[in-house]
């Protein structure tokens, strides 16, 4: 309409107004291409912050934007060099110039010009016009009403101060207009993905929060995902450096103080660290949000944010942070939020800072921000501090690093050990180091300490000797070889000291050590799930996850393997919620024991693994038998035997074999030899787990079956009396983990026992397995109790306890014990009276044997479907073949003589 009313002699001047990037240059050169095909000569400028100081800049490009007939070339080009002549000329003078006649000469060669054609002036981004080219552009304006021009300007929403009265005198014009230009909306947002991009518009929303709608930002982003699926610095962040560097450098300067302060503090702060009025920074604030880069007083995407940051010069950068700490201590900012901005700047300089960073280092622990806690403690050390208070901030850096990475942790230990010889150690900082020292398996260097910290108690009965009443009791169970006060196998022992000061982590770990010790996991259920559920009140104590691995560990030898397991996931729900590695390895690992004993063997491989993936090898020290040792038991149970092997090869820590966490992992390659046949190697580990816990006094603690283990490799080497020696010295222990362990001696009794004894022994021992909630155990003695049925002749029994014992065995995925059930159906189908009627098997057809042969040992129709490569329907026909020739009603009564072919024989005890 606008071009119209131009081509018919209504002069016309348009403001097109609206946030950076918000597509106004792109609007004017679609709306300066259709005006060309109608004919319209375009003339068009550029200004630029670099050229506002020069005279004529902006009329100098609209004459030599477009081919002009040669005279009137040559006199617009004259009066622009007379212009700038004079304006130099009056600089040098110091005086205003004298430009009316070059106005006017310029005004008019410009009205000829449109006489000839219509004429479209296009000046973008009006903000960095010269002065002298804008009074010319006005001085034009005021003779446009009947004339054959149409003015375009582009500028930001608010002009900058010097040009606000000619936006005045632009206003005054009748034949003014303008255009706001505003951001997409979001259902605009879905028209550019769908026409432009070749995304999907269920990003629309996403993209809409990271732009504002800016065109130029949604073009940046929409090419990152297409790359790269998420946004990049070198795409929408340079983008967003595009916008901001249009502006003035006043809003610059806003913009760098928010990145800085990253929504902290007031809008004071932020003024006072812009260095601009208040007033100012508010309308800047507001620009930058009308464009798309700020919601809320804040950066709408983290990239947008970080790339201004990098924008700043480095000094620059780091005295911002420094004047932001500085500022937002005193309005009394949280610790936390001025930690951060005096580890930018890299500040201990105030006299308060050491104070702060140390606060907000607790604080960050607690709050489970790891990172900032190690940050905040590594540059509190390096104020300049008295050599004691060095030694305490390195040690709780060393814990805060340890929650992350032990390994990492590692470096911390030796200067640590330094400083409690020379007596600039706390005591329970001592013991957590001792603890650490332990952990990676320097066992000579703990002991040396361990020593010094003993010969500094004197006294009985004060907070030191309670503290090293727990240490001992905690190395007891844990590290025995270093344990000096050993409780007795029975009896009662003195009650560990407790004092007010005590440090409850410590306290708790040295309880469930002593009980677990002692065989008295059984009493301490309820204290071990009381200490479970306080461990958010105690984790910023260096023992929360020792004392919560000790209190799983005692559920666990106390049968209470469920409620462990349920305490586990929770547990395992919050360390990923609070991004704790470390702790989550472990309760995966723990996690990983209880499906070993329950029978859920892949569960168990998958916790084990990712215990091993969330830390890695090297940070588990000593430990990493727990999820090493559960893994390679799955592993074996499950016939994965290749797997097995190469775990049982890898290293581990010398130092493990003399803690409690190398006896898993003995018990673990103990049961892959079994397995594999290697049967004196596995009697070997079997007995040196026996001999460690018996030279610990650990017998009581029940961490390990070793006699039913060791007896069963006896049985395989034929010595009969010597399994039979260990089991009943099995079932004459009081033990903890009672119906686990009798009712694996008894297993093993049956078998060592004459035919009438075995099913009573057996049925009793499954009865002990099903109250232990261990799929797998039961399993084993349903294949022996099938056995039995068989030889007494009752088949309908035997074939019952058959189809439990193969179902058991594949909810396990205990391909070993599946294997073993086929071979045992053979021997035992062969056994089967001749009453047996065979004529109607023998009419079965090649194809209905083998649907027959996998149904009667448990396969569902869709996996006899999938084996055989058939239909579930075409299985379903064979089966009533069957059933109709067999004279059956059901696959439960199927005989067991259906078999396809001979299985091969694994025999497994």
Not at 431 to 456: K, P
Not at 564 to 579: F, T, V
Not at 682 to 704: I, K, N, P
């Amino acid at each position: 309409m606008l071009l119209n009313e131009t081509l018919v002699r209504k002069g016309q001047v348009v403001l097109l107004d609206g946030p950076a990037a918000s597509g106004k240059t792109e609007l004017l050169r679609v709306f300066a291409e259709q005006a060309q095909k109608s004919g319209v000569l375009f003339l068009s400028a550029l200004c630029s912050r670099s050229e506002r100081e020069l005279p004529f800049g902006v009329l100098s490009q609209l004459v030599h934007s477009a081919v002009l007939p040669a005279d009137l070339q040559a006199r617009l080009v004259r009066l622009v060099d007379e212009g700038v002549a004079e304006a130099l000329a009056a600089r040098s003078r110091s005086e205003p110039p004298e430009l009316g006649q070059v106005f006017h000469g310029l005004s008019l060669a410009l009205l000829e010009l449109a006489a000839l054609d219509p004429l479209l002036i296009g000046v973008d981004d009006l903000r960095h016009v010269d002065a002298l080219s804008l009074q010319c552009l006005l001085y034009l304006v005021r003779r446009l009403r009947s004339a054959r021009i149409l003015a375009v300007l582009t500028d930001d929403t608010d002009p900058v101060p010097s040009q606000r009265p000619y936006g005045a005198e632009l206003l005054r014009q009748p034949h003014f207009r303008r255009i706001r230009v505003a951001p997409l909306s979001e259902r605009g947002v879905v028209r550019l993905l769908e026409q432009r991009a070749d995304l999907p518009a269920e990003l629309a929303p996403e993209f809409h929060a990271a732009t504002g709608g800016n065109p130029l930002l949604l073009a940046s982003l929409a090419e990152d995902h297409r790359e790269l699926g998420t946004a990049r610095p070198e795409g929408y962040g340079l983008a967003v450096l595009s916008c901001l560097h249009r502006g003035d450098p006043v809003r610059t300067r806003v913009a760098r103080a928010v990145a800085v302060l990253g929504g902290d503090g007031s809008p004071a702060t932020l003024a006072e660290l812009a260095g601009a009025d208040p007033d100012v920074v508010r309308q800047s604030c507001a620009a930058l949000t009308a464009a798309g880069l700020l919601d809320t007083g804040v950066f709408r995407h983290p990239v947008a944010r970080q790339a201004v940051l990098d924008d700043l010069p480095p000094d620059e950068r780091i005295e911002l942070h420094r004047r932001a700490a500085r500022l937002l201590q005193e309005v009394g900012a949280s610790a936390m939020t001025v930690a951060h901005h005096l580890i930018e700047a890299g500040d201990v300089q105030p006299p308060w800072a050491v104070t702060v960073l140390l606060e907000a280092a607790e604080q960050a622990l607690l709050s489970d921000r790891m990172e900032l806690a190690a940050d905040s403690l590594r540059l509190a050390h390096r104020a300049s501090l008295g050599d004691e208070d060095r030694a305490a901030i390195r040690a709780r850096l060393a814990y805060a690093e340890w929650q992350v990475n032990p390994a990492a942790a590692a470096e911390h230990l030796a200067p640590l050990a330094a400083a409690m010889r020379a007596d600039q150690l706390d005591r329970r900082d001592c013991i957590v180091l001792i603890r650490q020292l332990l952990w990676h398996g320097r066992a000579d260097e703990a002991m040396d300490l361990l020593d010094r910290l003993r010969a500094s108690v004197r006294e009985q009965h004060t907070e030191a000797a309670a503290e090293l009443r727990h240490t001992e009791l905690w190395l007891t169970s844990v590290h025995p070889p270093l344990a000096s006060r050993r409780p007795p196998a029975q009896g009662g022992s003195p009650p560990a000291l407790v004092t007010p000061r005590a440090d409850p982590g410590l306290q708790s770990t040295a309880m469930l050590a002593d009980v677990l010790a002692r065989g008295r996991s059984h009493e301490a259920v309820e204290r071990a799930e009381g200490v479970l559920r306080d461990i958010d009140l105690n984790r910023s104590t260096s023992w929360a996850e020792e004392s919560a691995m000790l209190a799983l560990l005692v559920l666990i030898t106390a049968g209470q393997a469920k409620s462990a397991a349920d305490w586990c996931d929770r547990l395992l729900g919050a360390a990923e919620h609070r991004r704790a590695p470390v702790w989550r390895a472990m309760f995966a690992s723990a996690r990983a024991t209880i499906a070993v004993r329950q029978g859920e063997l892949a569960a168990a491989a998958e916790h084990a693994e990712l215990a091993l993936t969330q830390m890695a090898r090297k940070s588990w020290g000593v430990a990493i038998g727990l999820p090493l040792g559960s893994l390679i038991l799955a592993k074996t149970r499950m016939g994965r035997f290749e797997e097995a092997a190469q775990l049982v090869t890898y290293t581990v820590p010398e130092a493990m074999f003399q803690s409690r966490y190398g006896l898993p992992y003995l018990y673990a390659r103990g049961n892959y030899y079994l397995a594999t046949n290697h049967h004196h190697a596995a009697l070997a580990d079997f007995l040196s787990c026996g001999e460690l816990t018996q030279r610990w006094r650990l017998e009581l603690a029940g961490l390990v079956p070793w006699r039913t283990s060791a007896a069963e490799a006896w049985l395989r080497l034929g010595n009969l009396e010597q399994a039979r020696l260990l089991v009943h010295d099995q079932l004459a222990q009081p033990g903890t983990d009672g119906f686990r362990t009798r009712g694996a001696s008894l297993r093993l009794l049956a078998a060592l026992s004459p035919s009438p004894r075995r099913l009573p022994l057996l049925t009793e021992a499954l009865e002990l397995f099903e109250s232990a909630g261990d799929c797998y155990e039961q399993a084993r003695v349903l294949v022996d109790l099938s056995r039995v049925h068989y030889e007494a002749d009752d088949k309908r029994r035997a074939r019952k306890v058959f189809r439990r014992a193969w179902h058991l065995a594949k909810v396990c995925d205990a391909q070993p014990l599946c294997a073993e059930l086929l071979s045992a159906s053979s021997d035992l189908s062969t056994g089967a009276s001749a009453g047996e009627d065979t004529a109607g098997i023998t009419s079965l057809t090649s194809s209905e044997r083998r649907v027959a042969a996998l149904a009667v040992i448990g396969y569902t129709n869709r996996e006899i479907a999938g084996k055989l490569h058939i239909t579930a329907s075409t299985v379903e026909q064979h089966l009533t073949r069957v059933y109709r020739k067999l004279n059956v009603k059901r696959r439960n009564d199927l005989p067991l003589d259906l078999r396809a072919e001979p299985a091969p024989r694994i025999r497994l005890a």
